[in-house]
Structures are given as C-alpha cells and as structure tokens.
C-alpha cells in the first residue's frame, strides 16, 4: 500500500461557510494534500499579530482564502467592518504568503460589477461596483494581487449549498410555510453550487502540483453554466421538492434593500475552463444535486 507523502500544505480560511465546508468534504479524496482548515474561531484573520505569529508558526503551499464579510445589506451600515474583511485580510494574507513563497486562492463575487450588461462578463470587462459589499470585494482583489501577484482570484455568483445559509434553503422553508411567495425576476445570473467550486479549486492545485499544468495568477470567473433568474431557480427548487406554493415573479422595485444588486450577473468561463481545463456544470444539475444532499 502506497503511503500519501501529504507534502502539499493548504489552509483553507473560512472554513465554516459553505464553501469552506463543501471543501472540507472533497479534501478526503485529495490523500496527498495536506490540509488545515480554519474560521475565526480558531484564527481572527483581522489581528494582524495573530496572523503573521500563525504564519511564522506553520507553513503552507497554498492559501484559500474563503473568509469573507457577506452579509450584503449589512455592509451598507458597517462599511468598516466589511472592508476589514473584504480588503484587509485579502492584503494581509497577500503580505504573508509572499514573503513564505505560497500561492493564494482568493474567492471574490459578480458584485464587482454593476450588472449593466447584457452579455456574459470576462475578466476584461469594467468593474464598477454599486455596493459597499461589491466596493470591498473588489480593493479586496486589488490589494491581494498588489501584495503578491502569485494569487489567482476566482469571482462567482449566486452561491448555494446544503451547508449554511442561502436562496435554496430560504426558499424551501419559506415555501413550506406559505402558500404564496413573491421572487424578483428581473435580476439573472447563474446559481453555482459550492461543490462544484469547491472541486474546481483543488482540481487547479491537483493539476499543477500532479499534472505539470503551469500555475497562472491573475483573475479568472466560475459560476455554473447557464442562466435563470431568481424566480426562474425558486420555480424549479420549491417544483423538484415538491412543496406546493404559488410563486408571482415581481420586480426589484418591489423589494427594496438598503444595498442595490446587479440586475445581470452572469459570468463568462472561457478563462478558467481554457486556462485549466476544468468542466463547468449546468446550474440545474447542481441544485438537483444539492437537493440530493440536502434530503439525504
């Protein structure tokens, strides 16, 4: 029996949300990796003290950084503590990393844009965030890369799990409870299944660190495929659990929020699929999927 030399070391930061759970479940078949996984129980990523005497402490290949501020409407009235968050701690671990010679993984969001276009975004296309949220996702970006250009930042979309909260949970609870519900349709994008993200990032570092596919910084784009809107996802969560609640598609101006969402986010994943040859799912097949966990 061959022993795994686990001589890849990777921390993986918020590891109690739902992608840093959804990796901690795929890190069982990676017996090569090395893994630690932490939240802020553990390590509170804004003390920068903390941090850089844990970084003295332990050594790692890669970071992936899944610690973020998102609580959307929040961060309009804490701006501080988002860009804490959302800025600080990306700058911080790009810092760190680059002086110990690890590579950073760093999960940013669609919000860096303002949602007015009406084909899907590249990597080329303007930022212009309209959320404080947003605003500190992208100085997030652009401090990480500043501090240590060996980053690749992945931007997504409309991220759900069986972990935590989100839009598929929400939806089925509220379906259960309600006879009708209103869900905006004027706002598309493309749900994105955190296992499948998840599966993406340790693919990229199987690849490199197994394969001899070269590692190139920069920032790339992964949701699912496709695109629905949020009434369109709700029809097909509350139809595939079989809940019995009327939906009405209204417009946004109906549900108004203190931060303003793009109205069109959906992602273009030619960059991330060419760059490392990963495959991207349907977003219907994840939310089948996911339901499959989540009644198991």
Known sequence: MTVPDQSIKILVTGAKGQLGNEIRVLAAKYYDFNFTFIDVDELDLTDRDSVSAYFKKNSFNYVINCAAYTAVDKAESDKETAFKVNAGVPELLGELTAKSGARVIHISTDYVFDGSANTPYDESRKVNPVSVYGASKLEGEQR????????????????????????VKTMIKLGSERNL?????????????????????????????????????????????????????????????????????????????????????????QKIRETFDVEVPYWYDGLVRMLSVFNS
């Open 144 to 167: 990480l890369l500043s501090k240590n250009p060996e980053s690749v930042i992945i931007r997504t979309a409309w991220l759900y799990s069986a972990f935590g909260n989100n839009f």
């Open 181 to 269: 519900l209103k869900v905006v349709y004027d706002q598309v994008g493309t749900p994105t299944y955190a296992v499948d993200l998840a599966s993406v990032i340790l693919q990229i570092i199987e690849k490199v660190e197994k394969k001899h596919v070269k590692f190139i910084p920069g920032i790339y784009h992964y949701s699912n495929e496709g695109v629905t809107s949020w009434y369109d996802f709700a029809f097909h969560i509350l139809k595939l659990q079989g809940i019995d609640c009327k939906i009405i598609p209204v417009t946004s101006d109906e549900f108004p929020a203190p931060a303003h969402r793009p109205s069109y986010s959906v992602l273009s994943k």
